[in-house]
């Protein structure tokens, strides 16, 4: 679904506003997965505000999934882990909020 399908297959070229990068399956229900890649072994990831926006939109329905691919530079060691939504009911109490900068719009 991102921009970086025209790397292997033809047709659109994707959209990197969507807040996923891989949607399996048709119809209603389908997943939706974020991939993040790491060089080493992982443990901190950043989602940008599309991705923040779509995981909120799914936590109640646990549809939206985060993929890490840890070692991504190592093809000895590398490995995916498939994460659930951090703000899904199956993602409570396994992330640590790191801090960062909140972006907020405001009227005069």
């Given at each position: 679904m991102s921009?970086?399908?025209?790397?292997?297959?033809?047709?659109?070229?994707?959209?990197?506003?969507?807040?996923?990068?891989?949607?399996?399956?048709?119809?209603?229900?389908?997943?939706?997965?974020?991939?993040?890649?790491?060089?080493?072994?992982?443990?901190?990831?950043?989602?940008?505000?599309?991705?923040?926006?779509?995981?909120?939109?799914?936590?109640?329905?646990?549809?939206?999934r985060l993929l890490v691919v840890t070692s991504v530079l190592d093809p000895e060691r590398v490995d995916i882990h498939m994460l659930p939504n951090p703000f899904g009911k199956q993602g409570r109490g396994r992330y640590r909020e790191e801090g960062g900068a909140l972006r907020f719009s405001y009227r005069l």
């Open positions: 921009s970086n399908r025209r790397k292997a297959f033809p047709g659109p070229s994707g959209d990197d506003g969507l807040g996923f990068d891989f949607k399996v399956g048709s119809g209603k229900r389908p997943m939706m997965f974020e991939g993040k890649a790491t060089r080493g072994d992982g443990g901190q990831i950043e989602l940008g505000e599309s991705e923040v926006r779509a995981a909120q939109q799914h936590a109640g329905n646990e549809r939206w």
